[in-house]
């Protein structure tokens, strides 16, 4: 019987990026790992999520040289903590790594939902579907037949917000994306009703209006800039924006422009509302009692964006930042089939 | 007995402006008055209110060449209808003239509170209270013991907007204003805790950090742009903007520089609500309910900046543009003892 592996890998950031991040930003390296102290167990990560908001992080949330952090699961594999048993899985924010010693204060052990697998709790049921979410129904405040409008609609957000949209009653659903492909996905399998390539055609604006010719009540807002200038443009009177990130605004290196047309807020009675779903972890459980049983019925699926293996997850999260993912993007790290190691016997320390 | 006047003075507009208006865009005339038909009534103006709105009328929503329109007090003095008796204070629409025919369907008669002027319905508890009134509860929902930002807050909708915060217990009230006379009475008279003058000093961003040095909570914009600007910096998490309008912007002919900040709205959670008082009529109920016993009580008075006489009501606007008013602007025609004609006997057509 081995005992569990004493060191993890990591991903670390080795300078603060110019614009767009490149892979030579981060290092992989291997660490070791502290034993586990009273209350504290190890976790060997089955799955990463990488975020656009970790391209902020990077900028100086982030620590440079120390492992870099970020939604994950995993499974407890060596346990000094009655709250974690060994086989457990478990949500927690010691992502970027191959193992991890993680607080049982910290974490979450995962609820066994039939017909829901694990990893829907970094999608529809994680970070990204409480996003869309809260955006939709504590800052919009969807009602009924609203007209939604999803930028980068193929994305992690995008693509729940569009089913979560639907599931919550909306009419008409429209979302923009930046290829043909991701166009056709959103019409094909994600459920908009309409969806245009805002990197062709005549302009946001005019597309905006032929996909949703009679305004639009909601929109949510990933992106910022244009966009945000062109729902304004579109929004119809009491219309309401929830605004949850500016992808295009973290590479940017200055603010961007801000919409042009800012005074509709006031001619059309419209609402912009800035969140941060850390601020709204309390909508977790709404979300599941709502989610799940729509998951298990089948009637909505989880659409993980997956990259398989630990080393390539600079590349999944550089892709992210590129909008090559269509659905949430995750790394996969291989580890399905692990099995905790029998009766393990940590040596149990005392956290400080 | 004098049969009322058959004429009617009023302002018309000749031209639409570039930029800030002038005299020579109003012309006075004299117009005939058409007689009253059944549910009509031939209205004395007694008080017109003059407002920032206006500026955008003239841009296109007023008619060249025709009277103007704005709220106005007068008194029935020739009666077509059950529902407006001579004699009676009605509220209408039909301001920039010294008499109006009005409907009996579009008009107010006022409620007679003890120790209430009419006037005040032109104030207080008129357009520009109900705006500060809607902007504080309805849209910023206004929390005890909230720091409170207020731009041109010695103007009609800012010297209000102090007040009923005061009254609605908000914490800390901060105002900005163009002048050092005006800085002087919001703290000595209006109820103001703290007050700069943004045409002086380091910058609105130093001022306004220094006059709420832990951030405010609420900001009741009537100006946008650079104040707006300083506001979303000085916001606290989970700030709440009103936005009623911008003067500012009424007289540039082009949109003004938005917020370089707008993406703190995501970071600092805050909502940003333009709206209208327009849309929100069933609020003066509520208003009224809640003022009018601190009016007659005497713990707030209207503070209303009269211009004396008909013919001065084009100064009057182009003051109150220029932000010369200190409390809500408004043109007294100077028809206080005005008696209505004893047994009128008017001859009464149908309406078409």
């Given amino acids: 019987m081995n005992a569990p592996a004493r060191t993890t890998r990591a991903f670390t ?6 614009g767009m991040p490149v892979p030579e930003d981060f290092a992989e390296v291997e660490l070791p790992l502290v034993p586990p102290a009273a209350g504290q167990a190890v976790v060997e990560n089955l799955w990463l ?39 457990a899985l478990v949500f927690h924010r010691e992502g970027w790594r191959t193992r991890a010693v993680v607080n049982a204060a910290e974490v979450r052990v995962l609820p ?22 809260v955006a939709l129904t ?35 659903i429209v979302g923009s994306a930046g290829s043909a492909a991701k166009v056709r996905l959103l019409t094909e399998e994600l459920g908009y009703d309409a969806a245009f390539d805002h990197r062709a055609g005549p ?20 992106v910022g800039g244009a966009h945000l200038e062109a729902a304004i443009g579109a929004m119809r009177e009491h219309g309401r924006i929830a605004w949850c990130g500016a992808v295009a605004q973290y590479n940017a290196g200055s603010a961007p422009a801000a919409p042009r047309n800012l005074f509709d807020l006031v001619e059309k009675s419209i609402r912009l509302e800035g969140f941060l779903v850390s601020r709204h972890g309390d909508a977790q459980v709404e979300l599941e009692e709502f989610l799940v049983p729509h998951l298990r019925s089948g009637r909505v699926t989880d659409r993980l964006h997956v990259t398989e293996g630990f080393e390539r997850t600079v590349d999944a999260f550089l892709g992210m930042l590129r909008g090559e993912n269509t659905g949430k993007a995750v790394v996969r790290l291989g580890h399905d089939a692990l099995e905790p190691s029998a009766d393990p016997e940590p040596s149990c320390g005392h956290t400080s």
Same sequence: chains 1, 2.
């Fill in 112 to 133: 066994r939902y039939e017909g829901v697998a694990p990893q829907s709790f970094l999608g529809l049921l994680g970070g990204t579907g409480l996003t869309a979410y």
């Fill in 203 to 222: 302009g946001l604006s005019g597309q905006l209006e032929r996909a949703a010719p009679e305004g639009i009540d909601v929109y949510v807002d990933n």
């Fill in 13 to 18: 950031q080795r300078r603060r990026p110019r």
């Fill in 138 to 172: 504590r800052i919009a405040r969807l009602r009924a037949g609203d007209t939604v409008y999803v930028s980068a609609a193929a994305g992690g957000v995008g693509t729940a917000a569009g089913r979560l949209a639907r599931l919550l009653g909306a009419g008409r």
């Fill in 49 to 87: 999520s990488v975020d656009p908001y970790m391209r902020e992080c990077m900028d100086g949330d982030w620590e440079l040289h120390a492992p870099l952090e970020g939604r994950s699961i995993g499974r407890v594999v060596e346990s000094c903590s009655a709250e974690l048993p060994v086989g």
